[in-house]
């Protein structure tokens, strides 16, 4: 919802500034057709006095089927309080005297002429009161084609600004649409990155098992030549399995790599953070031990559940990781070379409502004059062809995106990498 008062974009609630009546409005407004929408405009009686108000639910230009099944939509509004300056104003302009806003229902006589101002039930909710200039009956025959003129020019100008409205929106709209779409090109160009670093590992997993298969498939044959008709069954259903597990293995691998990979932003649900770092650390460990890292694990029995993108948070955890075997791996003058440990840790903080995820390294830290541009875009310490410097950028908006705050820090053996993040599911809730 878009509110203006006065002319002036306003943060505050709207509800709570116009009450019951708003919702009113907005439900009138909603109702409209959304291939031909129509404003609701009507008057809204406040302590500090009476609003014209204006609502127009926002819809796209050509919508499609989905979009036109979608409830409620979102609406823009705009009011206008009847002020002194507005009244002195139109009173200056079209001849009237001593035109003022009443509250309470006038008696109407000679000297004293009302003009309700109408909610949208049609109830007054004030009233518009003037004398009229002597000699009475004919000044007022003048007097009220320009009143007419006026309120023509002010339906006017409502009108032009309704459809300025709808095209402000519509073109908000687009630029949304094409910011996320950029947003999910670079998220899926990191994924495709962190991908190339994984394959290596991912060769050297195919590539054992299908060696164990072939042994065992060779085996079997040769017991087949051997026998005959007289196989050693034992032998040969033990080779089989070991044929069967090696496959399962292998596929496992490559649905891990499906998994990763997928393109389903957009999606967000409750979902637990233990099992999809879990679901990381099984994609990375074989690589990690490659490089001779040592990853630990530590998280509670239940944990809640956080709401948000479970690829995206899954693509957090993988840049967070990578980045602290680099750090473990990078050479350093002057210190004796250790062995690289990194340390996953979640915890639920059910007094804060809070799910907290830590990554630690051994890595020696970051320098302090690095540490407060970290996060930003193609920043790295990395050597030049190592790195893009999107990893942290992209995984701090990610974070940001989930209403989370990710922070980093130095220890004495490297740094640590913190995630904070609402926790909006309790474990014994159904999802």
């Not at 196989?231 to 399995?241: C, F, G, K, V």
Request: hydrophobic share 45%; glycine share 8%.
């Amino acid at each position: 919802m878009f509110a203006f008062r006065d002319g002036v974009a306003s943060r505050d609630d709207a509800f709570v500034f116009f009450g019951s009546s708003l919702t009113r409005h907005i439900a009138a407004a909603r109702e409209t057709p959304m291939v031909e929408p129509e404003p609701i405009a009507a008057f809204s009686a406040r302590e500090d006095g009476v609003y014209l108000v204006a609502v127009s639910a926002i819809t796209p230009e050509n919508p499609t089927a989905g979009q036109l099944r979608y409830e409620p939509r979102p609406v823009l509004l705009h009011a206008k309080r009847i002020s002194d300056d507005l009244l002195n104003l139109l009173a200056s302009r079209f001849g009237f005297v001593e035109l003022e806003l009443s509250m309470t229902e006038p008696l109407v006589t000679r000297e004293r002429l009302p003009l309700a101002l109408r909610g949208l039930d049609g109830v007054p909710v004030g009233w518009l009161v003037w004398t009229p200039p002597h000699p009475g009956s004919a000044l007022f025959a003048v007097v009220l084609p320009w009143t007419a003129l006026g309120f023509l020019l002010l339906g006017i100008l409502g009108f032009v600004f309704v459809r300025r409205v709808m095209w402000t929106a519509r073109k908000l709209e687009e630029d949304a649409r094409a910011l996320a779409e950029k947003d999910h090109q670079l998220a899926q160009t990191s994924k495709l990155a962190v991908l190339g670093e994984m394959a290596a590992g991912v060769v050297h997993e195919l590539n054992q098992p299908l060696n164990i298969i072939r042994m065992a498939a060779d085996s079997t044959q040769t017991l087949l030549r051997q026998h005959g008709d007289a196989t050693d069954t034992d032998r040969l259903s033990e080779q089989l399995t070991v044929i069967g597990g090696q496959t399962r293995r292998m596929a496992e691998t490559i649905q891990s790599m499906r998994i990763f990979s997928r393109d389903d932003y957009g999606r967000k649900s409750a979902f637990d953070p233990v099992r999809a770092t879990n679901q990381v650390l099984s994609w990375l460990r074989p690589e990690l031990a490659e490089r001779a890292i040592v990853v630990t694990f530590q998280a509670p029995a239940e944990c809640g559940r956080i709401f948000g993108e479970p690829a995206r948070f899954e693509q957090v955890i993988v840049n967070l990781i990578l980045n602290a075997r680099d750090a473990i791996q990078r050479p350093r003058d002057g210190q004796p070379s250790r062995e690289g440990e990194i340390r996953v840790e979640i915890s639920d903080d059910k007094s804060r409502d809070l799910v907290r995820v830590v990554i630690h390294d051994n890595g020696g830290g970051i320098a302090e004059e690095n540490l407060g541009r970290l996060f930003d875009p193609f920043f790295t310490t990395k050597a030049p062809g190592d790195g893009t410097g999107l990893g942290l950028s992209i995984s701090y908006g990610i974070v940001l995106g989930m209403d989370g705050e990710l922070d980093v820090a130095n220890h004495p053996e490297g740094a640590t990498f913190s995630i904070e993040l609402p926790r909006v599911v309790p474990k014994d809730k159904s999802v």
